[in-house]
């Protein structure tokens, strides 16, 4: 698992003589602990967290710096290495990143809901629209050939073959096993003698 490793100090207070510790996350309610010296992880408490650096020291030994954890189920671990200076207030926010394939996950329902509605919109041939939304998902999702086959198929619906053709050798290029892509991109090449050097519209 990537663990993001940050060394910061932020939010001194001269004035404070009882130097304390505070951590927020983004999302709350996580899990903090101290590293240990011998990479042990000792659960704290969790966030919002607050706690004083004597507290610290007395309970750890530590002295110098202190490494905290940050962690929370479906998220990155977020690791933050802390001063441990005199009479200073330390405020920290652990910003935790969801775990890459949790996030594919999540993205790729979207994809799928995306992919329904322009369906609906072909099918109700409203084709402007519909290749308005794979134009973004394109750019989200540049490497999923069925947003390529499904602009090839706006594309042959409006007889426009050679931009077609265009598509679905893209989407077959990107993904040999997209056999409805393969079919086409044949099709057109044998029915409307669209080949790969000159192209033309049937």
């Given at each position: 698992m990537k663990t993001l490793i940050i060394f910061t100090l932020l939010s001194?207070?001269?004035?404070?003589?009882?130097?304390?510790?505070?951590?927020?996350?983004?999302?709350?309610?996580?899990?903090?602990?101290?590293?240990?010296?011998?990479?042990?992880?000792?659960?704290v408490g969790k966030t919002p967290y607050k706690t004083?650096?004597?507290?610290?020291?007395?309970?750890?030994?530590v002295e110098g710096s202190v490494q905290f954890l940050v962690h929370k189920p479906g998220f990155e671990e977020f690791n933050i290495?802390?001063?441990?200076?005199?009479?200073?207030?330390?405020?920290?926010?652990?910003?935790?990143?969801?775990?890459?394939d949790i996030k594919m996950t999540q993205d790729l329902d979207l994809l799928v809901t995306d992919l329904f509605d322009v369906l609906r919109m072909m099918r109700g041939?409203?084709?402007?629209?519909?290749?308005?939304?794979?134009?973004?998902?394109?750019?989200?999702?540049?490497?999923?050939?069925?947003?390529?086959?499904?602009?090839?198929?706006?594309?042959?619906?409006?007889?426009?073959?050679?931009k077609a053709l265009s598509f679905y050798r893209k989407a077959f290029g990107i993904n040999p096993k997209n056999r409805e892509a393969y079919k086409m991109k044949v099709y057109l090449e044998k029915k409307f003698q669209v080949d790969a050097g000159t192209g033309g519209q049937g």
């Open positions: 001194f207070s001269s004035i404070s003589f009882a130097a304390d510790l505070n951590i927020k996350s983004n999302p709350a309610d996580c899990d903090v602990f101290v590293i240990g010296e011998n990479g042990k992880k000792n659960a004083s650096i004597d507290e610290i020291k007395n309970n750890f030994g290495v802390v001063p441990l200076i005199g009479s200073s207030d330390v405020n920290l926010s652990a910003n935790l990143e969801v775990q890459r041939k409203d084709f402007d629209t519909a290749y308005a939304k794979l134009d973004k998902l394109e750019q989200k999702f540049p490497h999923y050939s069925i947003i390529y086959e499904m602009k090839g198929t706006i594309s042959y619906l409006q007889k426009e073959f050679k």
